[in-house]
């Protein structure tokens, strides 16, 4: 089917007003202070809260 009326630039850039990306929410680890999301694991040390960390790989070469 075709539109019936032509929706001019405003009017799509209107209603696409709110497809925006944003920033995702970081604080600080507790324990290495590196940026992580919150609720989540540390990627560089692991730690979850004080009772859970997860193990870490180690690099062998």
């Known amino acids: 089917m075709v539109p019936v009326f032509k929706s001019s630039k405003s009017r799509k850039r209107m209603r696409r007003s709110h497809h925006a990306l944003s ?3 970081l604080v600080a680890c507790p324990k290495c202070s590196v940026a992580k999301q919150p609720h989540a694991a540390c990627e560089n ?4 809260s004080s009772t859970v960390a997860l193990p870490q790989k180690s690099e062998e070469s």
Do not use: I, S, T
């Open 23 to 25: 920033q995702p929410n």
């Open 45 to 48: 040390c692991g730690y979850v």
